[in-house]
């Protein structure tokens, strides 16, 4: 049980290594040749780590602006962490195991489903298996189930999302990309189709409507139709202002002997540099998966797809993923004021999870409706990932968490289904 606890914490736990291994595994089973074995699964591997490395810039530049934006508007509240939940069941609660082997079932039920079922779809998003390993185990030890059962009907939960989730999004996954080699998996697909919903209802319904990406400028203006700069002119006064109304105190520690408005404006084009190397590291992991997956599409799932996580969308909408975050920003922050007065718990806004889920929302919402959709998607959407986290606040608190919510909707949805349905059904049998 060590060792395998081990193998699942340092080996599958690891996206970039399950992702190259999944690779190689469909090289071998097209019998290419040694050389090409190891350029595909290194290449593989290299464009994942290329793509991490970018997150890893927009993670720190984001976690900079987000204590800036509390900071300015003298926020406080909840702030939603799916990896706070899984520190706090793994170091006290005591349910590292049970989590570990459930992450480990739930990409055994997916194969299995992918194999057997129409839904077709491979989950190579390892963090997002993991989130909901978490959240299925914290919530269905709280209804009562333990040892086997828990883990085998978590793995059969996860399982069932891993597959679903994809299957759900990829008509639209499809006209986002034009082709369907590749399937999204993103445990937030639930708010990207609710936005879909939503664009689909206030779309212009002219042939001709615009999206996000058929901007026209001025010939002055021409140079804002490069992703990049078109990022900045956003980002940089996003960053300064909000560091005007936080001032100076509020950057000090991280900023130095750095002038806090200049230390702003350099995490802003950080910002632009993260994206940037996040795009690069997508075009280069899809170049390699892609023709690696068809071995085993071919040989043990047939048909079968790789379910690969949001950023791999970004490339096709990049304005889209804009207006995604800044609208989904706007509905959060509407929703933090408005849910109080429901007797919710204040959820205060998490810039990871706007720029992530709330960018690939922006897609979603542009490929249905246009700007207009994604527009008004993006409100609902904010508005959406801010109410789920609101409702486990009460049952964190009465399992014995700190001042605790999760993010990722897919994951929130499993939790209420053990909250709600397998714990009453355990009570009425």
């Known amino acids: ?29 097209q019998r290419k040749d040694a050389g090409s074995v190891v350029s595909g699964t290194f290449k593989t591997l290299l464009g994942f780590m290329v793509l991490a490395a970018g997150s890893a810039v927009l993670v720190a530049t984001l976690t900079y602006f987000g204590t800036q934006f509390e900071a300015a508007f003298n926020l406080t509240g909840i702030v939603p962490s799916i990896e706070a939940v899984n520190g706090f069941a793994t170091n006290d609660l005591g349910l590292g195991g049970p989590i570990a082997i459930s992450f480990l079932g739930i990409f055994i039920v997916n194969v299995v489903l992918a194999r057997v079922t129409p839904w077709k779809y491979i989950f190579l998003t390892g963090q997002a298996l993991l989130w909901m390993a978490t ?39 499809r006209r986002i ?9 993103h445990f937030c697909t639930i708010g990207y189709l609710l936005e879909s919903g939503v664009a689909y209802l206030v779309r212009d ?17 021409e140079f804002l139709q490069d992703t990049y700069m078109s990022l900045a002119v956003v980002m940089i006064p996003l960053y300064l202002i909000t560091a005007l109304f936080a001032g100076p105190a509020a950057s000090a520690e991280a900023a130095g002997e750095t002038n806090y408005l200049v230390y702003a404006f350099l995490q802003s084009m950080q910002f632009v540099v993260g994206v940037y190397v996040l795009m690069a590291g997508v075009r280069l992991l899809l170049g390699e998966i892609v023709p690696a997956f068809r071995g085993i599409s071919m040989k043990l799932v047939p048909n079968s797809k790789p379910a690969l996580d949001a950023p791999v969308l970004f490339p096709y909408a990049p304005n889209a993923v804009i207006i995604g975050f800044l609208t989904t920003t706007v509905g959060t922050v509407i929703a933090m004021f408005v849910l109080p007065l429901a007797g919710f718990a204040v959820i205060v806004p998490g810039m990871l999870t706007n720029f992530f889920a709330g ?35 009460g049952t964190f608190q009465s399992l014995g968490f700190p001042s605790l919510s999760a993010t990722d909707v897919d994951t929130i949805v499993a939790a209420l289904l053990f909250a709600w349905v397998v714990g009453p059904l355990m009570k009425a049998f």
């Open 1 to 29: 049980m060590a060792v395998l606890e081990w193998i699942i914490s340092n080996i599958f736990t690891q996206a970039g290594i399950v992702i190259a291994l999944i690779a190689m595994l469909g090289l071998l089973l």
């Open 135 to 173: 959240m299925t185990v914290v919530f269905g030890s709280a209804v009562g189930l333990s040892g086997i059962w828990l883990i085998l009907l978590c793995s059969i939960v996860g399982g069932v999302f891993a597959v679903a989730m994809p299957a759900l999004a990829q008509p639209i996954v």
């Open 177 to 185: 990309t034009g082709n369907d080699a590749i399937a999204l998996g």
């Open 205 to 221: 319904r002219r042939p001709d409507r615009k999206t996000t990406e058929d901007l026209k400028l001025p010939r002055a203006f």
């Open 359 to 393: 960018g690939t929302a922006g897609i979603f919402g542009n490929a249905v409706g246009g700007r207009r959709g994604a527009l008004i998607g993006g409100l609902v959407h904010g508005f959406f990932i801010t109410l789920l986290p609101a409702l486990l606040v």
